[in-house]
């Protein structure tokens, strides 16, 4: 696994709650600060942390640096292995770590949920 720490920091927005949905919710982050980020994250999915602001402690999390959208912006969301609760409106600092694997579209949504399983799993083991 390379290690390559980029840290992307931003408010918690809404998103389309399709995460939750499949039983993966994601804290999607704000890309305000996107265009002036001196080093951009490759896109795809990465084992990091997360940390909420003025609080100690740092999550285990999924990360996904996804498609770009039609303004050029990715989306920037976390699943966090260890926490539950509402995180709208909060700052956060995503720590991405490892590099797992490109996004990928999958033609069956049970072939998602089974691909995030495993990078949780892969996560959780994560030597980070
Ligand atoms: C760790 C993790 C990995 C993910 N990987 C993919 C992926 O490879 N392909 C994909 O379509 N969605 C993936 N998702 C789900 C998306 O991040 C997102 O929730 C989903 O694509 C919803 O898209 P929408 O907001 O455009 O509806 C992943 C989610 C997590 C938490």
Known sequence: MKHEVVTLRGMVVHGDGYGRKIGFPTANLSRHGWARLQRKPRLGVWAGWVM?????????AGIVIG???RRGLPKLEAHLLDFSGD??????TFCLVAFLRPFR???QEADLMRAIQEDINTVRKANI
Do not use: F, I, N, V
């Open 52 to 60: 909420l602001e003025g609080r100690p402690q740092k999550h285990r």
């Open 67 to 69: 498609p770009r959208d």
């Open 87 to 92: 995180l709208y409106g909060r700052q956060l």
């Open 105 to 107: 579209k999958y033609a």
